[in-house]
């Protein structure tokens, strides 16, 4: 025990440094990293389409396609913390706000995704963000 | 006609128990960014598993020596306990991930809620460990994961470029900058490791002496590792070539389990869908069953303790209670709401640079004659077995500053 309960302490410390790399922090926005913020949404927004095109031609079963559906809001939702939460540098203001506007379109599009299928919503809001990406 | 059918299930069930959730996770999301640039890690990292593999094969059989019984005589009590934490850490994160894993496709499969399906399958696979002999539950989730060739089919019915495929088994760099050719070398580390993960020499190590290997058993050993190991690093190379032909053109990059049976689906419609959920669920089932039994081999074999499945829960009370407390500790973690996916990258990640300390001593010891006598490392498994540990220790020194320089694969 005098060895064991000292080692195991310490195992479990390592554990709890190696989960706390998990956890995310609040993000500084500098050019790059909103650029890799608009990636990530575009990413969003691409599978977004896919699944609307494979549920067209009834490739997806049902529960696939609606676990599938939240697990894209999730990610969504933490596009938006994200952008909620940031401190975007004074240079990339403008870029930052209009970031924000295609985030709000996305999560109509997303929103819509189960009463109003339109794969163009996705398109538009993809090809948006990648309109935007080049200027960072 | 008996010994043949039973290595062809040997053989089937490693190549079935081949693929975990690292390398979907790895495999899939290199072939989306790096198309098919990546192949040739899928090679390295295979010719590595079955050298190691195969050596602690033939430790199990000739001295019956099971890896961490090596790593204590070799290491002595205090660097082998780091190598045991370091190891089972490793172990429980990806035990943690796998669980994880299993869970959101059962999700997608039969819907329900994430939490539930976690606790419901730890208690199954408990209760698979509990009830069934050590050889059913190596076949019974190896034949199952079988069913991962779906992705091989994909893979050729995506009609890949051939040519640019078996470029990429040629090593290049890619271009486009410093800060892309350092996302490349943390995909090529994640694959590697991905493929090399200590749990899996640990559990195949621990199963020669579960199944009482003798020097008769040598060339199934041999056969089992290369071919079995072989053909499923086929099914790795088809993942990397999924992504390569069907993510990569679309930009899309699929870092969920679900996005990575879009492909399937795409291609092959509902029944390619349903086959692909259904071999990563057999394939990442028993991978979380393989770690967390390779974790309480470890614990046991370190401090002497009687283990292994061929005994009752009865004879082997503290092997029984370790794997059950590995199991209840990764659902705990999982159950904490941490994205699996994330995870795994840590766990692979942290994998790699526990390898050397797991490899060296497999080595040093295959290769002593006064313990092996005839069957010590010939010259050629001396020079390639410390050409992989020279390899694997460079991608140890690397993987973390990679992790952190390319923020786990996103920045690049």
Wanted: include cysteine; proline fraction near 4%; glycine fraction near 8%.
């Amino acid at each position: 025990v005098k060895i064991a309960l000292p080692l195991v302490r310490a195992g479990v410390f390592a554990l709890a440094l190696a989960l706390a790399g998990c956890v995310d922090q609040p993000k500084k926005l500098d050019a790059s990293s909103l650029k890799a913020e608009v990636q990530n949404a575009e990413q969003v927004s691409r599978e977004g389409e896919m699944l609307l095109e494979l549920r067209t031609a009834g490739k997806l079963t049902e529960r696939f396609r609606k676990v599938q559906e939240l697990y894209l809001l999730k990610q969504f939702d933490e596009l938006k913390k994200t952008a909620d939460e940031a401190k975007p540098s004074a240079e990339i203001q403008s870029a930052f706000e209009d970031y924000k506007q295609k985030l709000q379109a996305l999560e109509a599009a997303l929103r819509r995704i189960e009463s109003e299928p339109h794969k163009e919503a996705f398109e538009a809001v993809t090809n948006d963000l990648e309109a935007l990406e080049k200027t960072l | 006609v008996r010994r043949i059918w039973q290595l062809f299930l040997g053989i089937m069930a490693a190549t079935g128990g081949f693929v975990d959730i690292g390398e979907l996770v790895f495999t899939v999301q290199a072939g989306a960014q790096f198309r098919y640039m990546l192949l040739w890690v899928c090679v390295l990292g295979t010719i590595g598993i079955i050298l190691f593999s195969e050596m602690c094969g033939r430790l199990a059989a000739i001295p019956k020596l099971a890896t961490f019984h090596i790593i204590r005589n070799k290491y002595g009590s205090k660097l082998g306990f780091v190598t045991l934490l370091a190891s089972n850490i490793v172990n429980v994160l990806t035990c943690a991930a796998e669980l994880g894993g299993v869970a959101i496709i059962l999700r997608l499969l039969f819907g329900g809620k994430y939490s539930l399906w976690l606790i419901a399958l730890t208690a199954v696979l408990i209760g698979t460990i509990l009830l069934l002999p050590f050889k059913y539950i190596e076949r019974v989730f190896g034949l199952s994961g079988l069913v991962m060739l779906t992705f091989v089919a994909v893979a050729v019915a995506l009609h890949p470029q051939w040519l640019e495929l078996a470029k990429g088994f040629v090593p290049r760099l890619p271009g486009g900058g410093t800060q892309h050719l350092l996302l490349y070398a943390y995909f090529a580390v994640g694959i590697f490791s991905s493929l090399l993960m200590p749990y899996e020499v640990y559990f195949y190590s621990s199963g020669g002496i579960e199944e009482e290997w003798e020097h008769t058993d040598l060339p199934d050993n041999k056969l089992t590792s290369i071919v079995g190991f072989s053909m499923g690093a086929v099914v790795s190379a088809a993942l990397i070539v999924v992504g390569a032909a069907f993510y990569a053109p679309r930009q899309l990059n699929p870092a969920e389990l679900g996005s990575s049976a879009l492909a399937p689906a795409f291609q092959f419609g509902k029944v390619g869908l349903l086959l692909a959920l259904l071999g990563m669920l057999a394939t990442v089932a028993g991978s979380a069953v393989e770690t967390c039994l390779a974790g309480a081999y470890n614990f046991c074999q370190f401090f002497h303790y009687k283990w292994g499945r061929r005994l009752s829960p009865n004879e082997t009370p503290v092997f029984t209670k370790t794997w059950i407390i590995i199991f209840v500790l990764a659902m705990g973690i999982t159950l904490t709401g941490y994205d699996p996916i994330k995870i795994v990258e840590y766990s692979v990640i942290f994998a790699v640079v526990v390898l050397p300390l797991t490899y060296a001593p497999i080595l040093i010891v295959a290769g002593d004659k006064t313990i092996m006598g005839k069957y010590a490392n010939s010259k050629l498994q001396r020079i390639l077995g410390w050409t992989m540990f020279a390899l694997v220790t460079i991608a140890a020194a690397a993987a973390i500053p990679l992790m952190i320089v390319t923020e786990m694969g996103k920045k690049g």
